[in-house]
C-alpha cells in the first residue's frame, strides 16, 4: 500500500450497485438537502458515489474525485442516466496539489475521509481545498472520531496510519483550519454501520463533526 493511501485494493466491479460505505448517514444526508448547492460542486474523495446524487440534483455540475478509478468508474456507471451529462471525474491523490485552478469550484464536500490524515497533512488538505474554492465558495465536509471497526470475532481493526482522532481534540483543530471561513458545526454519530470490504467484514461505529462554511 503506498503511503496515505487507504484502498485497500477494493475490486469495486465485484461489489453490488449499493455503496459498500453504507446509504449514508443521516444527518449528513439531511444536511445535504437543506443547504444551498448551486454551480460547480467538487466531491472529494468521492468513493463510489454514496452522497453524489444529492449533490447532483442541486448543482450545474460535479467534479466526483478519488484516488481510486475503479470507485470513480462504478460511480459513473450507478449515476442515473439523467445526470451523467454533468458528472465529471478525476482521479487524483488528495494529499498532493489538486489538479485544478485557483477558483474553480462554487462548492468542494468531502465525506468519511478526512480523518485518515495526520494534521500536517491535513493543513496542506485544507489549503488545496480553500484554493480551488471561489470566494464565498462553499464547503461541506464530515470528520470522524473515536473511530471503531468490529470485527464479527469481537477483534479490533485499527487502519494503519490512522491518526485516531478524539473529538474535542478534532473540534479544536477544525475550528482553527476553518478560521477563514464563516461556519457552522454539528455533531454527530454513527451507532454501528456494517461495511464489507473484499471478504471482509467489520461493525464501524464513530463520532463525527459536519462542518458546512462559506469561504470569507
Ligand atoms: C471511507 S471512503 C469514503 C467515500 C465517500 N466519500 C463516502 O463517504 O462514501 C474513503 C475514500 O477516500 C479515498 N481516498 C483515500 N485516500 C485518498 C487519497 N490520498 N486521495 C484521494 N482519495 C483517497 C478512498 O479511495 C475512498 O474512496
Not at 206 to 215: A, D, M, Q
Request: hydrophobic share 35%; net charge neutral; aromatic share 10%.
Amino acid at each position: 500500500m503506498k503511503k496515505n493511501d487507504f484502498l485497500e485494493n477494493i475490486d469495486y466491479s465485484q461489489t453490488s450497485n449499493l455503496s459498500i460505505w453504507g446509504t449514508g448517514d443521516k444527518d449528513t444526508l439531511e444536511l445535504l438537502d437543506k443547504i444551498e448547492i448551486r454551480g460547480k460542486w467538487l466531491n472529494l474523495a468521492a468513493g463510489d458515489g454514496r452522497y453524489n446524487l444529492k449533490l447532483l440534483e442541486k448543482a450545474d455540475s460535479v467534479v466526483a474525485s478519488d484516488i481510486h478509478k475503479g470507485a470513480l468508474a462504478k460511480l459513473c456507471r450507478t449515476t442515473p442516466e439523467q445526470y451523467k451529462a454533468k458528472l465529471h471525474t478525476k482521479a487524483f491523490d488528495l494529499t498532493k496539489r489538486f489538479p485544478f485552478e485557483d477558483g474553480t469550484f462554487d462548492g468542494v464536500f468531502c465525506s468519511g475521509t478526512l480523518h485518515f490524515f495526520p494534521k500536517e497533512v491535513l493543513k496542506g488538505v485544507l489549503a488545496e481545498i480553500s484554493r480551488v474554492l471561489k470566494p464565498e465558495g462553499k464547503v461541506m465536509i464530515d470528520f470522524a472520531t473515536d473511530v471503531k471497526r468490529v470485527f464479527p470475532d469481537g477483534s479490533i481493526w485499527v487502519k494503519r496510519g490512522e491518526p485516531g482522532y478524539k473529538l474535542e481534540e478534532a473540534a479544536k483543530f477544525l475550528e482553527e483550519s476553518f478560521r477563514d471561513y464563516k461556519i457552522e458545526t454539528r455533531r454527530s454519530k454513527v451507532d454501528e454501520d456494517d461495511v464489507k470490504i473484499n471478504s471482509h467484514t467489520y461493525k464501524f461505529s464513530c463520532n463525527y463533526i459536519l462542518i458546512v462554511g462559506e469561504k470569507k
